[in-house]
């Protein structure tokens, strides 16, 4: 989930080698009415199907495929997008042990961080 200037959108990516099916759009629709948001994305480096095409247009789904992804990407200020991505970094707790991300998780005992690399790494810390 993303959120801009008040406006919350769901956004699921597909790296996948063949073209991105209807599942995926049924999926992010069905994010978008859990989560309450406002708006919904699917982002591949590959290309949608027609199925998928016709859903996302019923449905609002904004798509981006590979060559929608490379035009972003090739339109970024740089300089603003390492600013941004210092600011998100300074909020990502990272795992001391096996320097991966680190996930708040429920526990009988209540909230607290573990690895995201479970169960390779059993890395935890209190939520606080």
């Given amino acids: 989930m993303i959120s801009r200037d008040g406006l919350t959108t769901v956004v699921q990516s597909k790296r996948w080698w063949n073209s991105v099916g209807i599942e995926a759009v049924q999926q992010v629709v069905g994010a978008k009415l859990y989560y309450g948001a406002e708006g919904a994305m699917v982002v591949t480096n590959s290309a949608y199907t027609p199925a998928a095409i016709e859903l996302a247009r019923v449905t609002k789904v904004t798509l981006w495929d590979r060559r929608v992804l490379l035009e972003k990407l090739r339109a970024v200020n740089v300089e603003e997008l390492l600013?941004?991505?210092?600011?998100?970094?300074?909020?990502?707790?990272?795992?001391?042990?096996?320097?991966?991300?680190?996930?708040?998780?429920?526990?009988?005992?209540?909230?607290?961080?573990?690895?995201?690399g479970f169960p390779h790494c059993r890395y935890t810390r209190d939520a606080t």
């Fill in 83 to 116: 600013t941004i991505v210092d600011e998100q970094m300074a909020h990502v707790r990272m795992c001391p042990e096996c320097e991966r991300l680190l996930v708040k998780r429920s526990g009988i005992w209540g909230p607290f961080y573990g690895c995201s």
